[in-house]
């Protein structure tokens, strides 16, 4: 996430040259949810103050001009609203009087985090992330606190309806007030069973701000957040010597690095570039060392596991300087390793597609058509990439027209379309005799 806080315009600044409030917005809201969360012990209470506080943002920030600490700034406004939401409710005077204490000893702009199990956000992470929560409601419940998205975009990403996600997001908050799960890192002997649960919510989250469900194909707060929370986790588990190795820690934060390192290039003019396409100078280099750094460590511990595998698929293509210099037989063998792990049909899926370049489109296809994904789009871009290379036509845009219907971001829907409409025409019936 980019922590750099914009200053206010100078008098007679150009509009355009105001910060855009949605991504300061997006950048904060976790970090304002999280903070409020731990000094008041409410979820509810800590999302409706922030969802406030952002309102009066909106309001200000335009004339006013974006404060140096927006995140302070949320903060204190957040609290403030929280207050006034307790003295309306008249709680009980004790509760009112612990609360008032509480804020009392907040900073008005409170100071970076100095580590991980001081890290708000960490500690909210686990909160969401505890065992007697379903783990769909987990990664929905992280993706709307921390990520700071609409119920309807959660929709979306889990292919439910909206109604049905706002109720398991405030089922989740109910279970983690009725049950009094602690807002805390739990200690070393409860920690490996609890970290698996919480790589999956950050690689969903990383994966959501990656391939948006919906509007934008890039949402890099939630990348760059995902990857911080990752860093975090690491540094946790490094600083538990009983632990011992756990690879997957350092083979998820790979896979984050290796794919965020390709993120400049994955759209161009609002529309998606496919891996091929991609102009391979403008990966950032840095991420790439790191994350392949990261991934001989993890052959070195000899304990693969799903997110290592993923990771070592993505540092193939990165080590490719060119898109036909990709080493696709260890692709799929990589993905036949996976596929043992972590048997699913998006994995068979993306299998598939290394198999296409292996084999040949006709083999992958027939690897696709069985799969049980007829409501994913990919599937069915997957599908009409194939058909197009075999010269089926007719087929392939029926199959793009049905992803371009699925598909949940404009530049994805761009792409497809276009591809979809560089088809040759339909052949036309001669006349009737």
Do not use: F
């Given at each position: 996430m980019n922590e750099h806080a914009s200053r206010p315009p100078a008098p007679g600044a150009e509009a355009d040259q105001v910060p855009d409030l949605a991504s300061v917005f997006r950048a904060e809201h976790g970090r304002v949810v999280a903070s409020l969360a731990r000094r008041l012990g409410d979820l509810d209470l800590a999302e409706d103050a922030t969802g406030e506080a952002l309102l009066v943002a909106a309001e200000r920030w335009p004339g006013q001009g974006v404060p140096p600490n927006p995140g302070g700034w949320l903060t204190t406004v957040a609290t403030n609203k929280a207050l006034d939401r307790i003295r309306r409710e008249k709680r009980r005077q004790d509760?009112?009087?612990?609360?008032?204490?509480?804020?009392?000893?907040?900073p008005s702009e409170p100071p970076e985090p100095t580590g991980p199990v001081e890290d708000d956000r960490l500690r909210l992470i686990f909160?969401?992330?505890?065992?007697?929560?379903?783990?769909?409601n987990r990664v929905a419940l992280t993706l709307r606190l921390l990520g700071g998205l609409t119920v309807a975009e959660i929709a979306s990403a889990f292919l439910v309806?909206?109604?049905?996600?706002a109720?398991?997001?405030?089922?989740?908050?109910?279970?983690?007030?009725a049950t009094h799960i602690p807002y805390r890192i739990p200690g070393p002997e409860d920690l490996p069973a609890r970290l698996s649960g919480v790589l999956a919510v950050l690689y969903l989250v990383f994966n959501e701000g990656y391939l948006g469900s919906s509007g934008e194909a890039l949402r890099t707060d939630l990348t760059a957040e995902a990857i911080r929370l990752a860093r975090q986790l690491r540094e946790m588990v490094a600083g538990t010597p009983a632990?011992?190795?756990?690879?997957?820690?350092?083979?998820?934060?790979?896979?984050?690095?290796?794919?965020?390192?390709?993120?400049?290039a994955r759209v161009s003019g609002?529309?998606?570039?496919?891996?091929?396409?991609?102009?391979?100078?403008?990966?950032?280099?840095e991420m790439i060392d790191e994350g392949h750094r990261l991934v001989r460590g993890c052959l070195a511990v000899n304990r693969p596991g799903a997110?290592?595998?993923?990771?070592?698929?993505?540092?193939?293509?990165?080590?490719?300087?060119?898109?036909?210099m990709t080493d696709w037989s260890q692709v799929v063998q990589l993905f036949d390793q996976l596929l043992a792990t972590t048997p699913s049909p998006v994995v068979a899926l993306n299998r598939a597609v290394a198999v296409a370049e292996v084999d040949g489109p006709e083999v992958a296809l027939a690897l696709v058509d069985?799969?049980?994904?007829?409501?994913?789009?990919?599937?069915?871009?997957?599908?009409?990439?194939?058909?197009?290379?075999?010269g089926r036509w007719d087929q392939a845009r029926s199959a793009y027209g049905r992803a371009i219907e699925l598909a949940g971001n404009e530049p994805e829907r761009t792409f497809l379309t276009r591809r979809r409409d560089a088809l040759p025409a339909p052949s036309t019936p001669g006349p009737a005799v």
């Open positions: 509760k009112y009087v612990e609360v008032a204490t509480m804020i009392d000893r907040i909160t969401c992330c505890h065992p007697a929560l379903a783990p769909e309806p909206e109604t049905t996600m109720q398991r997001i405030t089922r989740s908050k109910q279970k983690i007030r632990l011992g190795p756990l690879p997957e820690v350092d083979g998820l934060l790979a896979l984050m690095l290796l794919v965020e390192s390709r993120a400049g609002g529309v998606l570039v496919p891996l091929e396409e991609q102009d391979r100078t403008t990966w950032d280099a997110y290592q595998l993923q990771a070592a698929i993505n540092a193939v293509h990165t080590d490719a300087v060119e898109a036909s069985p799969l049980p994904l007829t409501a994913y789009h990919a599937w069915h871009a997957t599908r009409a990439d194939l058909l197009r290379r075999l």
